[in-house]
């Protein structure tokens, strides 16, 4: 991955040390996060740059009827790794009309699942049966400090 840091103004690009074009050669391609970059490094002469766009697969998570939720609305979704530095104590003691609901795994699971029997925990989800989730969700919630 190649990148500007952000000190850097526009059209300022420093190569490191360690020689980038000895690096590209030996690689399968050079990944560009924006059209701007992959422009300057196609220009300087990069071959095989490969879009490395951030966002959301909107095919994948969008608004849909076959959301996998059977629950009392609204339903508060969180999504992620279990642990402490999440702070989901402070989601999950709230007192809130409707269903929590818990996806994810991690090492404050058990813990959890036994100190609120009220919120619906369901483990690790990935690809449609997460985006199925998220599509029947009414509020996400991240209580993270």
Do not use: C
């Not at 050669?25 to 422009?39: D, F, I, K, P, Y």
């Not at 007192?95 to 100190?115: C, I, N």
């Amino acid at each position: 991955m190649i990148a500007r840091s952000p000190g850097h103004a526009a059209g300022a690009f420093r190569p490191t040390k360690i020689s980038l074009t000895a690096v590209v050669a030996t690689s399968s391609g050079v990944m560009v996060a924006t059209a701007s970059l992959e422009a300057e490094l196609g220009a300087r002469g990069f071959t095989n740059l490969r879009r490395w766009t951030r966002g959301v697969d909107t095919e994948m998570f969008r608004p849909r009827a076959d959301a996998l939720l059977d629950a009392p609305r609204p339903i508060h979704l969180y999504v992620g790794r279990l642990a402490v530095e999440k702070n989901l104590d402070a989601f999950l003691s709230l007192d809130l009309e409707g269903s929590k609901v818990v996806v994810g795994d991690g090492p404050q699971a058990a813990e959890l699942e036994r100190g609120y029997p009220e919120a619906r925990f369901l483990g690790a989800r990935v690809g449609e049966d997460l985006a199925r989730l998220y599509a029947a969700a009414d509020v996400f919630v991240f209580p993270s400090r």
